[in-house]
């Protein structure tokens, strides 16, 4: 079984302040992928990221980054500096095992940017 | 257009009408895919197809029927829903029925069943 936890159901942060979204994932698989999506008002989702399990790597773009800890299954987004923009729930999601497709996501943390 | 596209945005229906929902790709994509995004729940996928055939559904109640006449169109016919239907249909689609392949969604239609 797979399973995705964001604790945070929602985070009010101040405009230019750093916030880091958290992600716990559970799964049995040795081979997995990770993602976050990014959900504003209008509802569409918006595909930020993809991490296969043997990238460990943390990554960087632009104001976003996020570190990928095996030890401690976890996967988290940064936002430095936030913007009203980054206003949006954020969903990180998990698929597991070779060749699957299906996407477990967690129930999403919405995230408040206040002028 | 580009990207996913979703028709109708907004959909209010009574629980004994007939209505579709339309999802068109332009991004070349092989797969597609429809959500259910219901207040408080996690995202529950409910059909997939993978060039056109239906490789996944996910206990779907058969008032639900899904169409995927080519690989850039997909639709899901509703017919007599309940009220607890009412939620955010989220289309999808992806290169392949893989996750080496990031899925890329619509805006989804919001439906009302009254």
């Known amino acids: 079984a797979q399973k995705v936890t964001q604790a945070q159901t929602e985070i009010s942060v101040v405009e230019k302040e750093d916030v880091t979204l958290d992600c716990v994932y559970e799964?049995?698989?040795?081979?997995?992928?990770l993602f976050w999506y990014k959900q504003p008002p209008s509802g569409e989702l918006v595909f930020l990221i993809r991490?296969?399990?043997?990238?460990?790597q943390n990554e960087i773009s632009g104001r976003y980054s996020w570190n990928f800890q095996k030890s401690t299954s976890s996967f988290n987004f940064t936002i430095t500096a936030s913007q009203v923009v980054d206003s949006a729930v954020y969903f990180c999601?998990?698929?597991?095992?070779?060749?699957?497709?299906?996407?477990?996501f967690g129930k999403g943390t919405k995230l408040s940017v206040i002028p | 257009e580009t990207g996913v596209t979703q028709t109708p945005r907004h959909l209010v229906m009574g629980m004994t009408n007939k209505k579709s929902l339309k999802c068109e790709q332009h991004?070349?994509?092989?797969?597609m895919y429809w959500y259910k995004q219901s207040a408080k729940k996690p995202l529950e996928l409910m059909f997939v197809?993978?060039?056109?055939?239906?490789?996944e559904n996910n206990s779907v109640p058969s008032r639900f029927s899904p169409e995927c006449p080519n690989s850039s169109h997909l639709f899901l016919h509703l017919h007599t829903l309940q009220p607890e239907d009412s939620a955010l249909y989220l289309c999808?689609?992806?290169?392949?029925?893989?996750?080496?392949?990031?899925?890329?969604f619509g805006p989804g239609t919001r439906l009302t069943v009254t």
């Open positions: 991004l070349g994509h092989n797969a």
């Open positions: 799964t049995r698989d040795t081979t997995y992928y």
């Open positions: 999808a689609s992806s290169g392949g029925v893989s996750s080496r392949y990031e899925q890329y």
């Open positions: 197809y993978n060039f056109k055939e239906q490789t």
């Open positions: 999601a998990l698929s597991s095992g070779a060749g699957s497709y299906q996407l477990t």
């Open positions: 991490r296969n399990s043997f990238d460990e």
